[in-house]
């Protein structure tokens, strides 16, 4: 598992990393660093967030399908992927807030809503 927990100093310039073929970033610390355009150009971005909208870290994702299987732990809020397009299976953890799994399609901005009582995460 690939683990990404050091911030990008505010520039949003952090660099990518490969893993299992599928170059993948940890990002979205600030609203500056989300307002970068540089994250368009990803199909695939997972934001984690209470369902009051306030954004959560720590989380470790697995992503399975279409030949990949690639973990990550990130200790910002978004996890950027640059994965092929079809449908996969993702698993999350986030660190005093619980467990989720659910199927996502690429391309796609997939919102993990977690109910912020830091117990099994509700449907979002």
Known sequence: MWRCTGGSGGTGRRPAHEIDGVETV???ESA???ANPRWRAYP?????ALNNGQYLGDETVTVIGQGKNLSVHCGGPWVLMDLP???????????GEGHKEMSIHVPGQVIVHFAGNGNEAKSG
Not at 44 to 48: D, I, K, M, Q, Y
Not at 85 to 95: E, M, N, P, Q
């Open 26 to 28: 940890c990002t979205g």
């Open 32 to 34: 500056d660093v989300r």
């Open 44 to 48: 695939t971005r997972l934001e984690f």
């Open 85 to 95: 397009k079809g449908s996969y299976r993702l698993s999350t953890d986030v660190a």
